[in-house]
């Protein structure tokens, strides 16, 4: 691997290849390997750094960075997030999810790929895949990862406390028990006898990494990486063999905009972060964007990359369905604890979280859809035994646990009365027993998780350039009810305290399993992607990870989101041998009406003896997405809370040629702020205004606005805008002067070519009064004439004023 983190291959110049896949998560690992195994020329983009077994961090310093927020110098492998009703981990690193997910390969139980089924508020959950369709490439995926249940009738396995005690729980619940499957290497290979510590050879596709790998070695350490390599994780497997079929694999390659080609394909936009400022914040500086071309493009970033990258993208497809952002879950994700379990006997049990992987066994609450166990109005859910680390047991004991300030207390003052009477007993392992207490409370303890079929009713939409989920367990209280109503009864039969997360308190969860944002559905009007991942409108766009799946999986979804990949990918293949993709439809609307009489963009440069002018004008208001008149795009931008605001500075470098010019020109600098454009403050490279300009109507001017500016993936736009000034009943002058109408065009257009240009969307947006209030502060000269100068051009200002509105004026000295 090279500084820039590309496994093989350099770029040079133009890239044009036949498949962009970004992420290399379950959903993108599985894409490069089958379609680079079809011989095709895959690119997989990913974020983050490779992991290779021993290069996860344990230390606190180490874990302590081990985050990801490239501005602020971290290329860390957990990325946080925050939002109203949940909170959400992922990753970011060569594999994906797969680096910190527990492992479990359940596929999702059949009847719980439901059909129209009825959401509170309305809408419904419907999966257009059925378990029959996935089954076979579940098959695959299994294969291919090497699953194999927690050899618990072996030795040492058969000492694991937790899986006993679940098992034991579950038959005194009369709940279903099993050992999942599990992405984990117990035995070198298969067949042969499980143990921990045992050399896993080479898979005949030889590892990317080149390191050695050894058998599970019962740490618990799952969720934070596998140092050992016993993890049977993405990198080790699909990401391997697609290397090895010949794709070509780069590491900090973060993917910020796409667009389609004219002709067919998409390009793609990404930025290269350096290894080498990890550590280092970069936040004021901006990495210079790079562009790939693909004939198809794969989005495998996750449930939030993936939507995100789509939200952000947005103007560059404006025919994509209305639900992109709908139909989060958090899969129902909920993390309880239970602690000090005793036996039967009333004497301490050992639960011993830390032994074994993460996740060992798992119960299954059936739903009201599975077939023969109808219950009315459950969500069907998973409990699974959570373990940890063993520094989370060192953590229990030692931090603010009650009883542990004693031992201390009693343990220095010990020593102290030891020192002061010169006691000859210079052997303290009692003592240091004692300061260590019995250990009860973390041996006793054991994390659970829970999940299932929460209510997928959350939207996903951006807020100030940032993700933002709204989404609470308000809708899906009772299913969170019932899933706490099942840990609690295992604690108790357990003989267990219970104890929810802190974050219960304010009915918020942590999700690491988020879904949805980009769902299936049988047409537009119902998902953004069919049930083979591509995009409605823009063949040759595929999403192929959890942001595709229209609901929640209810079982640890990592299996399903590969077997749908899987699936996706076949049919690509069978679909198509070249692999080309076709135009890429756009809408065909047409704008009602173009703003654009003024000649074509001219730099002046103002003489030297020239004086100049500049102000500055903000305005705001609303826009919709692919809209053509702008009072209807403000309308349903208002009811959706699309805002536009547009921060402009107008710049005359020659005040006498401003006035002279019969099209009034002067030069435009400032932002544009949208969420619906990916962010705030993008910046204008480019903008020209246009005063009272004339037309065919003697009774009418217009204030022309063009501004060349692009959306927060790259996507370059044009806004182009009037203010219509003319005489209509009433006094409305000031409407006429505060009021744009606007429309945003693809691409950076000239006057001639708006025609042709396809729309991106339309809006009003216009001057408050206390922003008028400002702007005239804003006022300034340079040159040798400045008050003069202002005086001309208040004086055209007014007297375009004057000769538009002079019949209102004489009507009213009649009256």
């Not at 992420?23 to 290779?52: D, I, N, Q, T």
């Not at 002709?263 to 914040?281: A, C, I, K, L």
């Not at 992607?529 to 595709?548: E, I, N, R, T």
């Not at 809209?627 to 805002?643: F, S």
Request: net charge neutral; aromatic share 8%; hydrophobic share 40%.
């Amino acid at each position: 691997m090279d500084d820039h983190g590309r496994y093989q291959g350099k770029p040079s110049g133009h890239e044009q290849v036949d498949v962009v896949v970004v992420g290399s998560g379950f959903g993108g690992a599985v894409a490069a390997h089958r379609l680079a195994s079809a011989g095709l020329r895959v690119v997989v983009l990913e974020r983050g750094k490779p992991y290779p077994p021993g290069s996860f961090p344990r230390t606190p310093a180490a874990m302590a960075r081990n985050l990801w927020d490239p501005s602020e110098g971290l290329h860390g492998l957990f990325d946080l997030w925050s939002f109203r009703g949940a909170g959400a981990v992922v990753s970011s690193g060569l594999g994906g999810g797969s680096l910190i997910y527990a492992n479990v390969l359940l596929r999702k139980p059949e009847h719980w790929f439901v059909r129209e089924s009825p959401l509170p508020g309305g809408g419904y959950e419907h999966w257009p895949v059925s378990r029959a369709d996935l089954d076979p490439h579940y098959d695959a995926v299994e294969r291919m990862l090497q699953a194999q249940r927690y050899p618990f009738a072996l030795p040492p396995y058969d000492a694991t406390a937790k899986t006993h005690a679940m098992r034991e729980a579950a038959e005194r619940l009369g709940l279903e028990w099993e050992l999942p499957p599990l992405g984990v290497a117990f035995a070198p290979e298969p067949g042969a006898r499980p143990l921990p510590g045992l050399p896993v050879p080479d898979a005949p596709y030889g590892n990317l990494h080149g390191l050695p790998r050894t058998t599970c070695r019962l740490r618990g350490e799952c969720d934070l990486g596998c140092n050992d390599g016993a993890k049977n994780s993405l990198d080790h497997t699909y990401l391997s063999a697609a290397a090895h079929a010949g794709a070509d694999i780069r590491t900090l390659h973060e993917v910020r905009g796409m667009a389609p080609v004219p002709g067919g394909g998409y390009v793609v936009r990404y930025v290269v972060h350096d290894p080498h400022d990890e550590g280092r914040r970069t936040r004021t500086r901006r990495l210079p964007l790079r562009t790939i071309t693909c004939d198809r493009l794969v989005l495998a970033a996750g449930t939030l990359g993936t939507t995100y990258l789509l939200l952000t993208n947005k103007s560059a497809f404006p025919g994509m369905s209305r639900r992109l952002g709908t139909r989060f879950s958090g899969n129902g994700d909920l993390l309880t604890t239970i602690l000090r379990a005793r036996d039967d006997a009333g004497r301490h049990r050992s639960l011993e979280g830390s032994r074994g992987p993460v996740i060992t066994s798992a119960i299954r609450v059936p739903d009201a859809a599975d077939s023969g166990r109808r219950i009315p109005g459950r969500r069907g859910f998973y409990v699974e035994d959570a373990g940890y680390p063993p520094l989370v047991e060192w953590l229990a004991e030692f931090a603010g646990v009650p009883g542990q300030f004693r031992r201390v207390a009693f343990f220095v003052l010990g020593r102290l009365r030891a020192a002061l009477t010169r006691s000859p007993q210079t052997r303290i392992n009692a003592e240091l027993a004692a300061l260590l207490g019995d250990g009860h409370l973390s041996d006793g303890s054991l994390g659970l998780l829970g999940m299932g079929r929460d209510i997928p009713d959350g939207l996903m939409r951006l807020r100030r350039g940032y993700l933002d989920v709204d989404w609470t367990t308000k809708t899906s209280m009772a299913f969170f009810s019932e899933m706490r109503s099942t840990m609690q009864d295992i604690a108790r039969v357990l003989r267990a305290g219970y104890r929810d997360s802190p974050l219960w308190l304010a009915h918020r969860v942590i999700t690491v399993h988020p879904l949805g944002g980009a769902p299936m559905g049988r047409h537009p009007g119902e998902g953004v992607v069919d049930g083979y991942g591509q995009v409605f409108g823009y063949p040759g766009l595929h999403v192929l990870d959890g942001a595709a799946l229209p609901g929640p999986v209810g079982a640890n979804p990592a299996l399903t989101i590969a077997a749908f990949s899987d699936r996706a990918c076949e049919h690509i293949l069978d679909a198509s041998a070249h692999l080309r993709a076709h135009p890429a439809t756009r809408p065909a609307a047409r704008p009602a009406e173009r703003a654009g009489a003024s000649p074509a963009p001219v730099a002046h440069t103002a003489p030297r003896e020239a004086t100049s002018l500049s102000f500055t004008e903000e305005m705001h208001g609303h826009v919709s997405l692919g809209v053509a008149d702008p009072a209807e795009g403000e309308r349903l931008g208002r009811e959706n809370g699309h805002r536009l605001t547009v921060h402009l500075t107008v710049t005359m470098d020659d005040v006498d040629r401003f006035v002279t010019d019969a099209g009034h020109e002067a030069a435009m600098t400032g932002w544009v702020s949208c969420d619906e454009l990916g962010g705030e403050h993008l910046p204008v490279s480019a903008g020209w205004f246009n005063l009272f300009v004339k037309g065919g109507d003697p009774t009418r001017r217009r204030m022309l606005y063009r501004l060349h500016f692009t959306d927060a993936g790259g996507n370059p736009l044009t806004l182009v805008g009037h203010k219509d000034v003319c005489d209509d009943p009433g006094v409305d002058v000031w409407r006429d002067t505060s009021t744009l109408y606007v429309q945003l065009l693809q691409g950076h257009t000239t006057p001639a070519g708006d025609a042709d240009a396809p729309l991106v969307a339309a809006g009003v947006i216009t001057i408050h009064l206390s922003d008028f209030l400002r702007q005239l502060t804003t006022f300034r000269t340079r040159g040798p004439d400045g008050p003069a100068g202002l005086a001309r051009f208040g004086r055209l200002f007014l007297g375009e004023l004057w000769e538009t509105y002079h019949d209102l004026a004489a009507a009213a000295r009649v009256r």
